[in-house]
Each structure stands twice: as structure tokens, then as C-alpha cells.
């Protein structure tokens, strides 16, 4: 190719504001939050330029970009989009930046170092989405995990160091035996073809024995089953979730979980298609256990950052699910259910880290009545809640509908039990939304006119809502400010993409025809 | 046999004049120089460590030429072996000097016979890598191991010190003999200290043999005995830990790479080359010595809380790292990745150790301990220095895009190619394991709160050594091209 290297200039621009920051070493905090806004707003425009320059008919890898490395092992430098991975990297561009801006106020303590370790977190995420390489895939995939550990570690709330080891160690084991399996690989292509390559495109075109494939499938899908996180894997989330920082936790739930769910599609269906069919079935029962599992345990959250962590792990359920259904509907259910999360879940944790800067606690007992002072908020609360619940209309509904379908086909138990969890997941949110949003705060009065009060009170005089009143420390939360202008930045566009997508998701679903359409070839893919 | 008049090739041994002359130089300097003026020293030692590694590139080590009757060769494992020893020399004195300095100033270290230590011992090992002798192998072992015995008990006023010394030069004498007496059955069944004949003479004894010789096996037992101790794995690592911790600072992070080194060195071309023929026979014992000894190393290393006895064992899982790439040596298919993933791994090795130990130098001048507590916000006191550490303790835990994950992937290759994945996943494995005590320095720097005193200091040399070795440490990984291919020519070296 001998055009722009626009792959590479996306991935690496927010690396170079990283040099840039960490060189310049007094740097005052406004100037390292600016360096950082226009480093990731330049990986941002350079994902839309890709987008115009991406070429939607084609199924296979556009705007390759590739170079002799270490081509003694295999290892070269190759980068690629399909109709796979572009939706992702854009959410990801945008994530980071929405996450930039969310961090301006919210961080004050070693903003510099935060800046860092944020745009080396970009640069990580958007690399394992262009990767062609197995190893830079690899080099990518380990190099989100130590700024994500410090992100959590450093600027965490107050069990922050548990949750920062604790997510390193768990997804660094888990990618340990996909390390092993990536060579080993690359070993069984070499003694097929005498071609030491660790490009995916070819790896695919390798035939494996299914022995082979077993193990090797098993060590890819630990990996990624722990990012993603499947049940039973999933422990590491809600600890990392509850301490990481706003920004850290939109990053987390919007763009490290869907690598799980990439890594799923882009490496093992296609190299390892006879084990991708032998596990399917027990990959759709972990899948239906988290979609229950997930919703159930957040039913019973206190804390409004954890109800939302094990949302996750529920709506994460339906990308498995619809993946290994192995039709168009569950591929197209399970991407654009990762779209959707990222952009919902990644808005409801926006959300949360609102409330919290405002009133210093996440737990929804001491929250209530925020409708009173905070009717924006409320508005977008309201709807990001209900595109989690899967409203149609908004993105939600679009993925996990396609997602439960393709399960009816293949499996029609796992569709009909995952159908009946979406109503749990209308509980847990509608529940929780009316505890925070609409209910008494504590310590308010109750309205002496409400009929429904004087009818179960009979004359007694009306008590105050949340016990006795010994709320004085913390704040009201009917004193709390609506979200300001740089808030209402951060959702907008997230709002706005959850609409459209929920009313139109065809020109989405048109982008990733071509590829998923090549991708299902193998199980006899039906349904385009 | 008749007398040979031996015209020996000097100029295949330049690299080696040039560092005796520096050994010249410095015993001569520490007459002249007053005893309270010896810090210029430290740049005689580096220039020439300098221009004996600029003296490399005059010879043709391609070609493979041997002299002194074959008992020095210069080919390509010799260069490779002679760069990472002379590399970790130049940090070793980049590291070391301010520490000596300021501990001469007490009267405890002298300045010119620490680094005519540490030259002696380096000799030693460019002796071992370009051995084409059995001889030339002991002699230069203990070469080094006899400095390194001295420098462990250098701070000689501190008991620890004393007492490591003592112990690795009891348990190293030990080895010693062993060692010598392995030589000595291989010479009885050989009739010969050469090895390119050993490995002549071993396979005519195999050929057409179901097992081998007992006198062979036995050879061969005591010889990997022997070297196991000096590279320090499991079970003949009982010094290490005792010897690293009781050391300097500075000499631990210089004993923890060289002797090792010279020890694979050794072990490469004794088993790789000479008993290459034997190959079936030792390649599980050493394997089962790689899993013993990495698991062993890493799994200790998490209840240490000196940092130096940490590392110390951390360095024993790496020996086992490395051993997995000597395990995947095979004579029948040469595999270039085996032996190769030994020698890149010693290269990156080399930069992360030392830079590790470095930081505890570092540390140790303004005024910390060697405990992990010491680390406590390093991250808010010297911002450049955690970023140093935490570089070395992510590519010591193997975390891409490091050289240490570079180092450990090529290993993993090679057992892979070897079909040893059951070797791999060990590696892999035992890595997980490493996380858990890597990291906790890396906790303790950024999300500890600072304690205890601080006493501002500067030590140029030691920054200027750190910077590299990071850099090194960051860089090296992404062109490793270069250094693999090097290291891949020891295919030619051995001739097998």
C-alpha cells in the first residue's frame, strides 16, 4: 500500500502524546489533559477518515498496512480492518475521548501520569483491533493490561490495590496458555506448508487435526472468556468495576470486554472451525448461566457501580450466545450487542461517576429523588437505562433480540431461557432507576397530598422517608447540581448513537455483512 | 608425537590482550593513584571494556578459525557469548562505581582491586565461550568464579557478606571438583580434552549401541552437576541466595548475570557440542531440571521480602527459563531456536537483571533498605527511576512488547518446535507465578505512600547505566532481528 498509513497513524497518535507528556516533564495538569483531549481527538478523526475510506462491499482486510519484522519467526508487522473490527475501533476512539473529557474534572492527583497510562491504554486497545499478526496481537492484547492495572491501582477508590492485582493476574494467566497456543499454532502451519507465518489471514487456511484444535481452541478461549468475562470467569469484574475511576470503568466495560468477544470472532471460529462446533454447545450453556447468573446478582446490588458491573456479565452472555449459534442473526445479535453495551453500559457508568462526584457515594440507599434538581441528568439516566433493558427503539433491543433469535434456531431452550432473563434485567434496572431517580430522598418529607400515603397511614402523621433522619453527613441528594455542559459532551453522543442504531440498524448491519458473510462460510452460514 | 613449533593467531585473541592490558593498567593505577583519589579508575575500567567490544568487530568470526591447537576458538557463539559478558561488564562498572566509591571512602572497598575483580572474572568468561577445550573451559571458570568469590565477600566489614562469600566458595570449590572430575572420565573414555573430537569419539562409541557406556553416563552426570551449580539451578542452587543477598548490591546484579552466562556457555558447548551425540540421554534430565528449577525460583521468590534475596530467586526461575531452551536441543534435527533462545535470552537477561539490581544500588544510596518496603512511593519521589524498575519488572515477569517477552517467547519456540509443549506450558505456567512477586514491587512503588528518611543524592554514572539498560530493556525487544540472527549462527559454531 502506498497511501497513508492511516491504521497506524490512528493506533499510534495517542502514543505519541504519551512521549510527548511524559517528556515534558513539569508539565502543569491542564496542559497534559489538552495534549491528551487532542491526541485521542487525532485517533478519533484518523478512525473516521479510515471509516470514509473503508470500502463496504469487500469482505477481506482493507487498508493493510504491513512490514518485515522478525520474518526468521514469523513475525511481521501487518495491520488490517474488516467489517469486524472497524465498528470497534470507532467505539473505542470515541470512548477514549468521552473518557478524556470525563477525566478533566474528576482526576486532580498526578493527572500527568494519568494522561499517560490513559493514551497508552488507547494505543493497546485500538492495536488489538487492527492486529493481522498474531504476535502483535498478543504484544497489544498484554499491553492493555498493565495501564489498566495502574489506572485501577493508582486513581482507584478504596480497595483499589485487591481489584488492581487481582485483574492482572487473572487475565495475564489467562493469556499465558493463549501465548503457548499461538506458537503452537504457528508450529502445526510451519509443518503443513514449511512457511513460518503468524499472519491470521493464513494461519486460517491451515488444516489442523481436531486433537489439535481442541487444546489449541481451549487456551484462545480461556483468554478471552476471562476478558469477556463468561461465567464462570467473570470474579474479576465486579472488584475491578467498583474501584476502578469513571473513565477507567467506561473503558473497561466499553472496549477490554469486547476484546474477549473480538478475539472469539476473529480467531477462534475461523482457524479452529471443527472445535468451534464441538465446544458450541457448552459454550451456549456458561453463556445462558451468565445471562441468568448476571442478572440475578444484580438484582440484589447495593452499590450502583456493581448493579451495573453484573449487568455486564448478563448482557455479555448474549455476544457468546449469539455467537455460537453460528447464524447471521447471532453474528450480527452478538456484534451489535457489543456495540450497544459499549456505548450504554460505558453512559450508565458515566452516569454513576456523576453522582459520585457529586455526592461522594454510589450506594442506592442514600441516593433518591435526583428528578427534583437533576432533570437532565435524569433524562439521560433515563434513557441509557432503558437501552440496557433492551427498550426497542434503542440499541439494546436491536442486539439481544438478534441474539435470542439465533438462539431459538439453533438452541431453542437457551433462546426461551434467555428470553425470560431479559424481563429480570427490566427489574434490576426499573428497580433501580426508581430508588435513585424518582423515590423519596432520605430524610425528605412525603408529599401530605399523596393519596396512596393517606390510605396506608390512615391519620397517623406521615413519617419521614429512610429511617429517622440521621442522614446530616452525607449530602442531599435533592442539593445536587444538574450535569454541566462538559457532562452533557461526554453523553450526547452516546445518546445519540444509542438511538440511531436502535431505529435504523441496517447501514450498521450493512458495514459487517460482507465480512460475517465470509466468516460463517465455514458452518454453512445462512440467513443473509 | 613429534614437537609442533605452535604459531598462535594473535589476532584472534585481541579482544582478550586488550582486556589483560586493562587488568595491567588498573593493578599499576592502584599503586600510583593515592588511595583517597582512585574514582578516574572506573573509566580505565570502561575503556577498556569498551574497545575490547569495538575490538570484535576485527576479526572474521564467520570463518570459524581456531587457534592454540583448537583450544580457542573464534566463531559465532564465541561473539555472541563475548558481547553479553562484555555488555555486562560495561553496566557492571556503570552501576557499581559510585557504590565502591562511596563505601572506599569508609575503607572498606578499594576502587582498583574491585574492578580488576570484576575484569578477571569477565576474562573468565570470554575463556568459556570460546573454548574448543575441556581445559580451556575449567580454567576459565574458575577464573571467574575465583574473582567473583572475593568480590561476593568485598563489603568485608558486614557479617552477611562474609558469610555468603564463604558459602558460595565452599559449595563452589565443591562444584569445582566435580566438574574437573566429570573431565576427567570424559578424557578416560575419549582419550581426548578436545571437544569437536569428543563429539567424534562419542558418537563411533554410540554408534550401533542401544545405551551408553556407564563410564559415558557418568561423565556425563558429573560434568552437568558441576554446571548446574554455577548457573544455579535447582537443586544445586543453595548458595545463591545466601551469596546474593550478603554481596554488594552492585556485584550481585553483576554474579547474578556473568558467572551465569559463562556457565550456559559452558554447559552449550560441553553438552550441545561435545556430547551432542549423548543427546537423547540428557536432554529430559535437563528438562526435569528446568521445570524443578523454575517452579522452585519463582515460587519461593513470592514469600521473600528482601528484595535482593527476591531477586536472587528470581534469577533461579530464569535459569530454569533458560535451561528449557538447552532442553530443546536436539542432534538428530538441529533446531537453530534452541541453543539460539539461550543465547538471546542471556542477552536480555543481562539489561533487566542488572537494571533491577541497579535500582536497588540506586536506592540504597539515598539512604533505603533492600526490603520491598524501601519501594514505597518511589513512584511520587523519583518519578524516572519506579518508570526504570517497573520497565525491568514487567520484562522480568515476560509482559510484551519487553525483551524479556521476546526472550521468553523465542524459549517457548523452541520447546514448541521441539515438541515440548508440555515444557511451554511450564514456562507459562511458572510465569504466572512470577507475576505475583514482580508486581508487588511494582504495588509498592506506585500505590504505597512514601516512608522513612530520604537522602538526595546524585550518582550520574549509575542514572547514565539505568537510562540504558531501560531503554535497552524497552527497545531491544522491538529489533531483535539483528540479535537473534546472531545468535542463530551458533548453528555454524558447532557444526552439528
Do not use: C
Not at chain 2, 536497588?360 to 533492600?370: A, C, E, F, K
Amino acid at each position: 500500500m502506498d497511501s497513508l498509513p492511516i491504521l497506524s497513524l490512528m493506533t499510534y497518535s495517542p502514543l505519541a502524546g504519551a512521549l510527548v507528556i511524559l517528556l515534558w516533564v513539569n508539565a502543569p495538569a491542564n496542559a497534559a489533559r489538552w495534549i491528551a483531549l487532542v491526541a485521542a481527538s487525532a485517533s478519533l478523526v484518523f478512525s473516521l477518515i479510515m471509516l470514509a475510506m473503508f470500502d463496504r462491499g469487500e469482505s477481506g482486510m482493507q487498508l493493510t498496512e504491513s512490514f518485515r519484522w522478525l520474518p526468521d519467526v514469523g513475525i511481521e508487522y501487518q495491520l488490517g480492518v474488516d467489517g469486524i473490527s472497524l465498528p470497534l475501533i470507532i467505539l473505542t476512539t470515541l470512548l477514549v475521548v468521552i473518557s478524556i473529557i470525563a477525566s478533566w474534572d474528576a482526576i486532580q492527583t498526578r493527572v500527568r501520569e494519568y494522561m499517560i497510562v490513559m493514551l497508552l491504554l488507547a494505543t493497546g486497545m485500538i492495536g488489538v483491533f487492527v492486529s493481522l499478526n498474531l504476535f502483535l496481537f498478543y504484544i497489544f492484547w498484554e499491553v492493555v493490561l498493565i495501564p489498566m492495572a495502574l489506572m485501577i491501582g493508582i486513581w482507584g477508590s478504596a480497595n483499589r490495590i485487591y481489584a488492581a492485582v487481582k485483574f492482572f493476574l487473572y487475565t495475564l494467566a489467562g493469556s499465558l496458555l493463549m501465548l503457548v497456543a499461538i506458537v503452537a499454532t504457528y508450529q502445526s502451519y510451519f509443518e503443513q506448508t514449511g512457511e513460518r507465518t503468524l499472519n491470521v489471514l493464513q494461519l486460517t487456511q491451515g488444516d489442523y487435526s481436531t486433537d489439535f484444535q481442541m487444546w489449541v481452541f481451549l487456551a484462545f478461549f480461556l483468554a478471552f472468556a476471562i476478558k469477556i468475562p463468561l461465567w464462570p470467569f467473570h470474579t474479576w469484574l465486579p472488584d475491578a468495576h467498583v474501584e476502578a475511576p469513571t473513565a477507567g470503568s467506561v473503558l473497561l466495560a466499553g472496549v477490554l470486554l469486547k476484546m474477549g468477544g473480538y478475539g472469539l470472532i476473529r480467531f477462534n471460529l475461523p482457524m479452529f472451525p471443527d472445535a468451534s462446533e464441538a465446544f458450541a454447545p457448552l459454550i451456549v450453556v456458561l453463556s445462558v448461566i451468565a445471562i441468568i447468573y448476571g442478572a440475578f446478582v444484580a438484582l440484589v446490588q447495593t452499590d450502583l457501580k456493581k448493579l451495573v458491573a453484573y449487568s455486564s456479565v448478563s448482557h455479555m452472555g448474549f455476544v457468546t450466545l449469539g455467537i455460537f449459534a453460528f447464524n447471521a442473526q447471532g453474528m450480527y445479535g452478538a456484534m451489535i450487542v457489543m456495540i450497544s453495551h459499549g456505548l450504554v453500559t460505558g453512559a450508565l457508568f458515566l452516569l454513576v461517576g456523576v453522582v459520585y462526584h457529586r455526592a461522594h457515594t454510589r450506594l442506592i440507599e442514600k441516593l433518591g429523588g435526583l428528578a427534583t434538581n437533576m432533570p437532565i441528568y435524569a433524562s439521560f439516566f433515563g434513557l441509557f437505562m432503558l437501552a440496557s433493558l433492551g427498550l426497542p427503539g434503542l440499541s439494546g433491543f436491536v442486539g439481544e433480540f438478534l441474539a435470542i433469535l439465533a438462539a431459538f434456531r439453533e438452541y431453542q431452550l437457551a433462546g426461551i431461557i434467555s428470553m425470560a432473563v431479559v424481563i429480570l434485567s427490566a427489574w434490576y434496572m426499573m428497580w433501580m432507576f426508581q430508588r435513585v431517580v424518582w423515590q423519596r430522598a432520605p430524610g425528605e418529607p412525603p408529599d401530605p397530598d399523596d393519596p396512596e400515603l393517606k390510605l396506608a397511614n390512615g391519620d397517623a402523621p406521615p413519617t419521614v422517608a429512610g429511617g429517622s433522619g440521621d442522614h446530616h453527613e452525607d449530602v442531599d441528594p435533592r442539593t445536587l447540581t444538574d450535569v454541566n455542559a462538559k457532562e452533557i459532551l461526554t453523553l450526547a453522543p452516546l445518546a445519540a448513537l444509542t438511538i440511531w442504531i436502535g431505529v435504523q440498524p441496517g447501514p450498521f448491519m450493512d458495514l459487517m455483512r460482507p465480512a460475517l458473510e465470509a466468516l460463517l462460510q465455514p458452518f454453512g452460514g445462512t440467513g443473509f | 608425537m613429534p614437537l609442533e613449533l605452535v604459531h598462535p593467531e594473535w589476532g584472534l585473541i585481541v579482544p582478550l590482550l586488550i582486556m589483560v592490558g586493562t587488568i595491567f593498567a588498573l593493578l599499576v593505577a592502584d599503586l600510583i593513584l593515592p588511595r583517597d583519589n582512585q574514582g578516574a579508575v572506573a573509566w580505565v575500567a570502561l575503556a577498556g571494556l569498551v574497545a575490547s567490544l569495538a575490538s570484535l568487530l576485527t576479526i572474521d568470526w564467520t570463518a570459524g578459525e581456531s587457534t592454540f591447537n583448537g583450544m580457542f576458538r573464534a566463531d559465532s557463539f564465541s561473539l555472541f557469548i563475548n558481547i553479553v559478558v562484555l555488555v555486562a561488564g560495561i553496566l557492571a562498572v556503570l552501576i557499581s562505581s559510585s557504590y565502591v566509591q562511596s563505601l572506599q571512602e569508609r575503607g572498606t572497598m578499594p576502587m582498583p582491586e574491585y574492578l580488576v575483580l570484576v575484569m578477571f572474572s569477565i576474562l573468565g568468561a570470554m575463556l568459556v565461550g570460546a573454548a574448543g577445550d575441556l581445559l580451556i573451559i575449567f580454567i576459565g571458570i574458575e577464573m571467574g568464579s575465583l574473582a567473583v568469590y572475593v568480590l561476593t565477600g568485598f563489603a568485608r566489614r558486614r557479617m552477611t557478606s562474609i558469610e555468603g562469600a564463604l558459602k558460595y566458595f565452599l559449595l563452589g570449590a565443591f562444584a569445582s571438583a566435580i566438574l574437573v572430575f566429570g573431565m576427567a572420565w570424559i578424557y578416560g573414555s575419549t582419550g581426548t580434552t578436545s571437544i569437536p573430537e569428543i563429539s567424534q569419539q562419542v558418537g563411533a562409541i554410540m554408534a550401533g549401541e542401544q545405551l551408553p557406556e556407564p563410564a559415558l553416563l557418568l561423565a556425563l552426570l558429573l560434568l552437568a552437576v558441576g554446571l548446574a551449580f554455577k548457573i544455579a539451578a535447582v537443586p544445586f542452587h543453595m548458595w545463591t541466595p545466601d551469596a546474593y543477598q550478603g554481596a554488594p548490591t552492585p556485584v550481585s546484579a553483576y554474579m547474578s548475570v556473568v558467572p551465569k552466562v559463562a556457565g550456559f556457555a559452558a554447559l552449550a558447548r560441553v553438552l550441545a557440542e561435545g556430547l551432542g551425540p549423548l543427546s537423547e540421554t540428557w536432554l529430559l534430565l535437563i528438562a526435569i531440571l528446568a521445570i524443578i528449577t523454575m517452579f522452585y525460583g519463582n515460587v519461593v521468590a513470592i514469600s521473600q521480602r528482601d528484595v535482593k534475596r527476591m531477586l536472587a530467586y528470581s534469577s533461579i526461575g530464569h535459569t530454569g527459563y533458560i535451561l528449557v531452551g538447552l532442553a530443546a536441543f536436539s542432534e538428530d534435527v538441529p533446531i537453530e531456536m534452541s541453543i539460539g533462545s539461550v543465547l538471546f535470552y542471556l542477552f536480555a537477561y543481562t539489561f533487566m537483571n542488572i537494571g533491577a539490581f541497579a535500582v536497588v544500588t540506586w536506592l540504597q544510596h539515598r539512604g533505603q533498605g533492600v526490603d520491598l518496603d524501601s519501594f514505597n512511593g518511589l513512584g511520587v519521589r523519583s518519578p524516572l527511576t519506579a518508570l526504570a524498575m517497573t520497565v525491568f519488572m514487567f520484562s522480568l515477569m515476560g509482559v510484551p512488547p519487553l525483551i524479556g517477552f521476546y526472550a521468553k517467547y523465542y524459549v517457548i519456540l523452541a520447546a514448541i518446535e521441539a515438541e515440548m509443549i508440555w515444557l511451554a506450558v511450564a514456562v507459562v505456567l511458572a510465569s504466572a507465578v512470577s507475576a505475583v512477586f514482580y508486581l508487588r514491587v511494582v504495588v509498592a512503588m506506585y500505590f504505597n505512600d512514601a516512608e522513612g528518611e530520604w537522602r538526595p543524592q546524585t550518582t550520574p554514572m549509575l542514572g547514565f547505566g539505568l537510562m540504558i539498560m531501560a531503554v535497552g530493556t524497552i527497545a531491544l525487544g522491538f529489533f531483535s532481528g539483528p540479535v537473534l540472527d546472531l545468535a542463530m549462527n551458533w548453528v555454524d559454531a558447532f557444526d552439528v
